[in-house]
């Protein structure tokens, strides 16, 4: 899975917004060290920075294009490390003060652990800060699902599916209700109102080429166009588009604040 991160960030506004509401549900004054899991480009670190003035903050990703963008874009502020890895398998050296993740930890499976042994690498009163995309029982997901089963694309693109990979909020209050003297869920759906693209393609496949259409391009090679000319099909069916060319797409997330206790 290779990031793009100009694609990503074609739609910057409609992506930070949710990191932004995140943020401001921290419950501390001046945490020291914050861990930016899953960081991407670089950009809601840099939110982060300016909330949290005199915090250090790592940045963890998998992805050296999106790493390289970060690296670039806060080349002189000793603030940020940038550090390649896989977050399944990341430790922290010490413990953070705040665990943030932003639009990551739904590409990573089995939660009911994850979530736990994240609270583990808190130092008292820390705080766990997560939102993650919570739409893929919307018709945009499920036309790229449907795509992915039909029989010409199957037998490459069905496995790649992941169809639910958040699960209720309840299951996220009980993992952590145990561990976390303070818990903060939510669910927020968001009316996005995407403009027209310049070259014409439907906004919504643009959106989705940032993000999750990224696991299918390098499976399907030379074929992914045609992939994806069959999945915009069905989403033209499914959200007609507006006189002026945009369309307007309902979008899910759903926020996870735990604090440690002392
Ligand atoms: C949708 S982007 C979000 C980037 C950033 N947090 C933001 O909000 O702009 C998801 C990021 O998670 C990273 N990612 C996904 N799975 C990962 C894993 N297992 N280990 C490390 N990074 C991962 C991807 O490389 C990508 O940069």
């Keep these: 899975m290779t990031w793009d991160p100009a694609q990503y960030l074609k739609y ?7 990191a932004i509401d995140l ?15 899953g960081c991407g480009a670089g950009n809601v670190a840099r939110v982060l920075a300016d909330r949290f003035a005199g915090a250090t903050i790592d940045g963890v990703d998998s992805d050296k294009a999106m790493l390289a963008r970060a690296r670039e874009s806060t080349a002189t502020d000793p603030r940020f490390r940038w550090n390649e890895g896989d977050l399944a398998h990341w430790h922290p ?6 665990i943030f993740s932003n639009a990551a ?26 939102q993650m995309p919570d739409n893929h029982a919307a018709p945009s997901h499920e036309a790229l699902f449907d795509t992915a089963r039909s029989l010409r694309w199957r037998s490459l ?8 990979p958040v699960a209720p909020l309840e299951s996220y209050h009980a993992w952590l209700a145990p561990l976390a003297h303070k818990l903060d869920l939510w669910r927020t759906t968001y009316l996005q109102a995407l403009p027209p693209t310049p070259s014409g393609e439907h906004p919504i496949v643009a959106w989705m080429r940032g993000s999750t259409l990224t696991p ?13 000319a069959d999945f915009a099909a069905r989403v033209e069916a499914a959200y007609p588009r507006q006189r002026e060319g945009g369309v307007l797409f309902p979008f899910s997330r759903v926020f996870v604040v735990a604090q440690r206790g002392a």
């Design 12 to 18: 910057e506004g409609h992506r930070l917004r949710p």
């Design 23 to 37: 943020i401001a549900r921290i419950p501390l004054a001046a945490p020291g060290t914050i861990v930016d899991l």
């Design 93 to 98: 050296p010490y413990p953070v003060d705040v």
């Design 105 to 130: 930890l739904h590409w990573l499976g089995a939660h009911d652990a994850l979530f736990p042994a994240l609270m583990q690498k808190l130092a008292p009163h820390g705080v766990l800060a997560v």
């Design 157 to 164: 693109a069905e496995p790649l599916m992941r169809t639910r």
């Design 216 to 228: 299918f391009v390098p499976v399907l090679g030379a074929d992914a166009e045609a992939f994806v």
